[in-house]
């Protein structure tokens, strides 16, 4: 079972453009579709961004869209998130996950393995 670690979370202000990390350890990370999530307090957890094995397929919610990046570095088990002009609404809590089968999908439930999740929270 790979197990998965995320950071770069915390205190940023409006406009920042922060990266956010996801460790694998346990299992190679390129043998899983990755994605990431988000849920702010009181609210569902939402889809915000998924990529294939190699990279070379993105997938973003249309609230993300033109702001995150995501990117993988299979060799150094890592997924990122880059994210640019954040706004308050951003502010959640963002999960790292793992898919081991089947295609990508916006669901959470599509996605075997969790990360405990790091905290961004945005200033105006």
């Known amino acids: 079972q790979v197990q998965l670690v995320e950071s770069g979370g915390g205190l940023v202000q409006a406009g920042g453009s922060p990266r956010l990390s996801c460790a694998a350890s346990?299992?190679?990370?390129?043998?899983?579709?990755m994605g990431w999530f988000r849920q702010a307090p009181g609210k569902d957890r939402e889809f915000a961004a998924a990529?294939?094995?190699?990279?070379?397929?993105?997938y973003y919610a249309d609230s993300v869209k033109g702001r995150f990046t995501i990117s993988r570095d299979n060799a150094k088990n890592t997924v990122y998130l880059q994210m640019n002009s954040l706004k308050p609404e951003d502010t959640a809590v963002y999960y790292c996950?793992?898919?081991?089968?089947?295609?990508?999908?916006?669901?959470?439930?599509?996605?075997?393995?969790w990360g405990q999740g790091t905290q961004v929270t945005v200033s105006s």
């Open positions: 990529i294939n094995i190699s990279g070379e397929t993105t």
């Open positions: 346990g299992r190679p990370l390129g043998r899983y579709r």
């Open positions: 996950a793992a898919q081991s089968s089947g295609y990508y999908s916006s669901s959470s439930n599509a996605y075997d393995y």
